[in-house]
């Protein structure tokens, strides 16, 4: 049986005739094109395309695509996302959360979609603050930020997105920016290929209250030297002249000069790795930010162990009866 041709589509075909809302300049409009170009690109059936939400600014993004949509509860987008998936197995299940909607009271919800390997895609809009109630320090916001709720600077130590991704168990995470549409449309369409959970922390401005939030990493004039792009099976080599690499001494990652190094010793990208995905969440400010995917492993997922064990327990018991099961003996009173 030969596999049906994928249709052509345009990115237009995921766009909603809806006037979207977001402050001018706002990052979340190159996220929201980059993954309807995605989509176009993937050419997978538009009628299979479902987006789930939260609460905040990153939230509107289902009522901006032509697809179909969820808003959701603030933090519940997994949890409405994971029965979606499991009632509906063949829906491509994309999850929009920010860091304060995704990362505060939706942390523990995220985990758990992390650690049973849901197929989802979640992307992850992180600008380091709360836009949508106007500018309060969020979980991954800076030490010492100044915020309307923390003005004498926040004294919280930020969350690492990727290390709890990776701690999790997430079995596809990588990191991608809002001025590099390119990069974002690749990272989108290879989380999407992706079999199980494909989280994508994206590097997002808000202009409005926290602009310039990722300025010292992805601005054009030390985004050469201070991100370190990686490509599976090829070298970690970085810089304007592409003159520096990264070399392990042990665990510890060190900057070198690709001259001054024997070229073998030079640190190469393994995504099946996740000694090595965990070692590149942790890159500190002295060293280059890690922009791509870090980590794939293909296992089973979430919806199909659900969807196979309801199918074996119906198989061996019959379908049973809601009717009987609302008037049955299994339950109690309280006295």
Not at 243 to 268: H, Q, R
């Amino acid at each position: 049986m030969t596999e049906a041709p994928k249709r052509e589509y345009k990115k237009s075909d995921f766009t909603s005739s809806r006037d979207v809302k977001w402050c001018p300049g706002c990052g979340d409009y190159a996220i929201l094109a980059a993954v309807q170009k995605a989509m176009a690109e993937l050419g997978r059936p538009k009628e299979n395309q479902v987006v789930v939400s939260g609460i905040g600014c990153s939230s509107r993004f289902p009522a901006y695509m032509d697809t179909f949509g969820f808003h959701s509860l603030h933090g519940r987008a997994p949890t409405v996302a994971t029965g979606v998936k499991v009632a509906n197995p063949d829906l491509d299940l994309w999850i929009v959360t920010g860091d304060g909607d995704g990362f505060s009271i939706g942390g523990n919800h995220i985990m758990h979609a992390f650690r049973r390997n849901l197929d989802c895609v979640i992307l992850l809009f992180n600008n380091r603050i709360y836009g949508l109630t106007k500018g309060q320090y969020s979980p991954t916001s800076e030490t010492e930020k100044v915020t309307k709720s923390s003005p004498y600077g926040s004294v919280d130590a930020p969350v690492n997105p990727l290390q709890i991704a990776l701690a999790a168990n997430a079995s596809f995470v990588a990191r991608t920016y809002d001025i590099n549409p390119k990069h974002m449309v690749e990272t989108f369409k290879a989380a999407r290929e992706h079999k199980g959970v494909s989280f994508v922390e994206i590097y997002q401005n808000c202009v409005i209250f926290n602009d310039g939030a990722f300025d010292d990493v992805i601005d054009r004039s030390v985004r050469a030297d201070s991100t370190l792009e990686l490509q599976a099976g090829e070298k970690m080599i970085f810089g304007k002249e592409k003159e520096k690499c990264i070399v392990f001494d042990g665990f510890e990652p060190t900057i070198k000069n690709v001259a001054d190094v024997d070229k073998k010793n030079i640190a190469i990208h393994n995504p099946e790795s996740i000694n090595l995905a965990q070692l590149l969440a942790h890159f500190d400010k002295d060293l280059p930010t890690p922009m791509g995917i870090l980590r794939k492993e293909d296992r089973p997922t979430y919806d199909d162990a659900a969807n196979e064990q309801a199918k074996t327990v119906t198989k061996k018991k019959g379908a049973g009866c809601l009717n009987e099961l609302f008037r049955g003996k299994g339950s109690w009173e309280v006295k």
